[in-house]
């Protein structure tokens, strides 16, 4: 078996665990509320959120996929040095996602992903490799590449914050006259909103490994061109829901209990925000991180009940987290590129 088939295998490998620890990772995030507030059983949560995790990928399009398969451009180097610059950036993604879920902190995969992508390429093959989008968006209002991927990540949270605070006010002024038992209405309809979310998160976070996946079978001569095979789609399903199968407990306790204290409207009105932000995303091909989108909704749902009560010490130390990831995963990437280069003597 050539070098090169050995790179390959060990990409989509890695590929696939990067599914699992994101679903791992992201779990968390979705059934954080619905837990907090004791809607539904963890054990239900995670069996419905892994059923619909498994459909978004699959009815969800490729949009998402095309983008993030396409904001760094290795074509044309040498194959093995290609795959080994995914490889160094699977890795520093893995490690990175392992590494705060270790530490029960929300960090996005999203970030992760493109920070130590990019780590890889600019130490490797240089800043021309990078599709950064500048020049696209300034001359014809076009977002493409690395800006389009910040684009959606930076401002996905601000969107989630604020349809959070509105949809909080709107419900409360709505069910201002209800009475107690509403309470109960409100965790079942959450069996709804849930799946919804579910499918949300599906459809934009499997879609980065279907890219990338498609990104390693391009580079290694295994199809002609950039277009995401069937069969990528159901093996990442699988792995982002076996990943979600065994979510991260950790992160649970984060988002439930440490920013607000989540009662069932608050929990309906994070996930309806969460969900609309996220599927709306993926309609438009933007990847967008489910961590800082259901975080944001929280924090914004919080303020529009009682703003005082928000635990803002603890959402600084969640914003901290999103400041360093890109940087850090960028630089764990590097490292990791740069090991591989001691074992693998024919990248020189």
Same mark, same amino acid.
């Given at each position: ?115 130590a992508l990019v780590g890889a390429v600019l130490v490797s093959a240089g800043y021309d490799h990078v599709l ?38 709107? $419900? #409360?002024?709505? @069910?201002? !006259? *209800? ?5 109960? %209405? /409100? ?5 709804? =909103? ?32 950039f277009h995401v095979p069937f069969w990528v789609m159901i093996v990442c399903s699988a792995g982002m829901t ?25 929990? $309906? #009105?994070?996930? @309806?925000? !969460? *969900? ?5 995303? %993926? /309609? ?5 991180? =489910? ?58």
């Open positions: 078996m050539s070098t090169i088939s050995v790179l390959v295998i060990i990409a989509v490998i890695l590929v696939l665990a990067f599914d699992f620890t994101n679903g791992f990772h992201d779990a968390s995030n979705i059934i954080a509320p619905v837990i907090a507030c004791r809607a539904i059983t963890p054990i239900k949560a995670v069996i419905i959120v892994a059923f619909f995790e498994f459909l978004g990928p699959i009815l969800g399009g490729t949009a998402v996929a095309n983008t993030i398969g396409k904001f760094i451009d290795i074509s044309d180097l040498k194959n093995i040095n290609a795959i080994t610059i995914i490889l160094s950036g699977l890795l520093g993604v893995i490690v990175w996602n392992l590494g705060t879920w270790w530490f029960g902190m929300p960090s996005s995969s999203s970030h992760a992903l493109m920070g950064w989008g500048f020049h696209e968006l300034f001359t014809r209002g076009k977002l493409v590449g690395v800006t389009k991927v910040l684009l959606a990540l930076f401002l996905s949270p601000f969107l989630g914050f604020l349809v959070g605070f509105l949809l909080q006010k709107f $419900l #409360s002024l709505l @069910l201002r !006259s *209800a009475k107690q038992k509403i309470n109960k %209405s /409100l965790k079942i309809s959450q069996y709804v =909103t849930v799946a919804w979310l579910a499918f949300s998160h599906g459809a934009n976070d499997a879609q980065k490994s279907m890219g990338i996946l498609t990104l390693v079978l391009l580079l290694g001569g295994i199809i002609p061109s076996s990943g979600v199968l065994l979510g991260g407990w950790k992160i649970v306790r984060t988002l439930g209990y440490s920013i607000y204290k989540i009662r069932p409207l608050h929990a $309906l #009105s994070s996930q @309806l925000t !969460s *969900a609309i932000v996220i599927f709306s995303a %993926s /309609l438009f091909g933007a990847p967008v991180s =489910t961590t800082h989108v259901v975080t944001s909704s929280i924090m914004g749902v919080g303020s529009a009940d009682h703003i005082k009560r928000v635990k803002w010490l603890k959402a600084k130390s969640i914003i901290y987290t999103w400041l360093i990831t890109i940087p850090g995963a960028a630089i764990v990437a590097i490292f990791i590129y740069a090991l591989l280069n001691l074992i693998l003597p024919t990248l020189k």
